[in-house]
């Protein structure tokens, strides 16, 4: 089954729900329920792969540190693998910005300016950076991350995630935010019992799916 559009979706909450005045509470409790599975878990289905240029050139043609990371990054999977000029690959060292304020000199500083193959690197104010400087801007770096957690549903909205495999589960998550909203506790607790045993089937599900095959080596004793 294909994704449901926004005004679908819409359309398919209302035949539980009934009430056609409150329009705005709807799609407002579609985003936040997408976002609250969202951020639970990784799903295989809002992965992405990408690989980000080298370095650019500051003003004063130094080679900068700082990387752009995609407009939809939301968290970053695994390791950032360096890629150099000749095609080989290696895994940078993940740090915290105070490591690498501490470890690394300034690099904003470019008296005595240190450059060379990156070896760490840190995820700081939306932006990826390697250290040492690199010293070469043919240089790439191949992340894997899951895309931010929800935009914003409208009725425009073209494909509303989950809705082609979980709508009921995706359903009861927004009827538990819009009873729980107008004081209807008995009714949410209903529909988030729903909810949550959908997420965990959605979960298991995704896992299930990525699951390397484990062999069992036998010894002939």
């Not at 360096?82 to 095609?87: A, N, R, S, T, Y």
Request: glycine share 6%; net charge negative; aromatic share 12%.
């Amino acid at each position: 089954m294909a994704a449901m559009s926004g005004s679908n979706f819409y359309a398919y909450v209302l035949r539980v729900f009934k009430r056609t005045d409150k329009e705005t509470e709807v799609y407002e409790a579609m985003t936040d329920a997408i976002m609250d599975i969202k951020l639970r878990y990784m799903f295989e289905d809002y992965k992405q792969e990408s690989y980000i240029a080298g370095t650019y050139l500051t003003g004063d043609g130094t080679v900068g540190y700082k990387i752009d990371l995609p407009s939809d990054f939301g968290h970053l999977i695994g390791d950032v693998i360096f890629i150099d000029d000749q095609g080989d690959r290696k895994t940078l060292n993940k740090r915290s910005k105070e490591y690498c304020d501490r470890v690394w000199k300034n690099p904003e500083d470019t008296t005595g300016q240190v450059t060379g193959v990156p070896k760490d690197f840190c995820i700081f104010s939306g932006q990826l950076m390697v250290f040492p400087t690199p010293d070469n801007t043919a240089y790439k770096y191949q992340i894997n991350y899951s895309t931010e957690a929800a935009t914003t549903i409208t009725s425009s909205t073209t494909a509303v995630p989950f809705t082609a495999r979980y709508r009921e589960y995706l359903r009861a998550a927004v009827l538990m935010r819009l009873d729980a909203g107008m004081g209807f506790d008995e009714e949410a607790a209903k529909w988030k019992v729903l909810a949550e045993e959908g997420i965990a089937l959605m979960v298991a599900n995704d896992e299930f799916n990525i699951k390397a095959v484990q062999t069992v080596g036998y010894n002939d004793l």
